[in-house]
T-cell receptor, first 117, second 112 residues
Framework: GAVVSQHPSRVICKSGTSVKIECRSLDFQATTMFWYRQFPKQSLMLMATSNEGSKATYEQGVEKDKFLINHASLTLSTLTVTSAHPEDSSFYIC?????????????FGNGTRLTVT | KNEVEQSPQNLTAQEGEFITINCSYSVGISALHWLQQHPGGGIVSLFMLSSGKKKHGRLIATINIQEKHSSLHITASHPRDSAVYICAVRSHYTGANSKLTFGKGITLSVRP
């Protein structure tokens, strides 16, 4: 079945540094990629939607300059957390609808647990 | 009030038991998803449904559009079913306004 590969699974970084998270669709073309953040015991919260070849759409309250999203190809979307702070520590997970259709099944990456010290 | 409510919040069952997890929502939807999140965080899509009932192995999902309610049933539960089960709904809106709203999830623990 369709797979989304997300790396790294776990990262610890120092405050002020940047971290890049990659999501690749392995056997389908992901024209759209959703990026979520999840705090402990909380719901998944949509941060932004990336579309191949165009600018990402950010949700209200999500800083575009802090969470840089690039979707340069049909199989790769990246999220870069710039100038990370301890409050950015969270679980980040991507998902892509197969076929790029909003009402198609979703395929999730395994997530990235970010800890900023 | 959250748009998506799940109950019970935590659930413990004995291996072999029949389990029901509920989801209620307050908006008109075009689709409802049931997701399974494992302890490591990875999420697997179990079902996407907009009406009726779907079955896959030991899992059954039902939805009642009029009552804005869905249930996920697990038959002959097994310890490997222990996970967080998340309900998510997509609103009627299409395109950029059609977003998924997630419930907080139910933590299921199946004891051997």
């Amino acid at each position: 079945g369709a797979v989304v590969s997300q790396h790294p699974s776990r990262v610890i970084c120092k405050s002020g540094t940047s971290v890049k998270i990659e999501c690749r669709s392995l056997d389908f073309q992901a024209t759209t990629m959703f990026w979520y953040r999840q705090f402990p015991k909380q719901s998944l919260m949509l941060m932004a939607t990336s579309n191949e070849g165009s600018k990402a759409t950010y949700e209200q309250g999500v800083e575009k300059d802090k969470f840089l999203i690039n979707h340069a190809s049909l199989t790769l979307s990246t999220l870069t957390v710039t100038s990370a702070h301890p409050e950015d520590s969270s679980f980040y997970i991507c998902s892509a609808p197969q076929g790029g259709v909003y009402n198609s099944p979703l395929h999730f990456g395994n997530g990235t647990r970010l800890t900023v010290t | 009030k959250n748009e998506v409510e799940q109950s019970p919040q935590n659930l413990t069952a004995q291996e072999g038991e029949f389990i029901t997890i509920n989801c209620s929502y307050s908006v008109g939807i075009s689709a409802l998803h049931w997701l399974q999140q494992h302890p490591g965080g990875g999420i697997v899509s179990l079902f996407m449904l907009s009406s009726g009932k779907k079955k896959h192995g030991r899992l059954i999902a039902t939805i009642n559009i009029q009552e804005k309610h869905s249930s996920l049933h697990i038959t002959a539960s097994h310890p490997r079913d222990s996970a967080v089960y998340i309900c998510a709904v997509r609103s009627h809106y299409t395109g950029a306004n059609s977003k998924l709203t997630f419930g907080k999830g139910i933590t299921l623990s199946v004891r051997p």
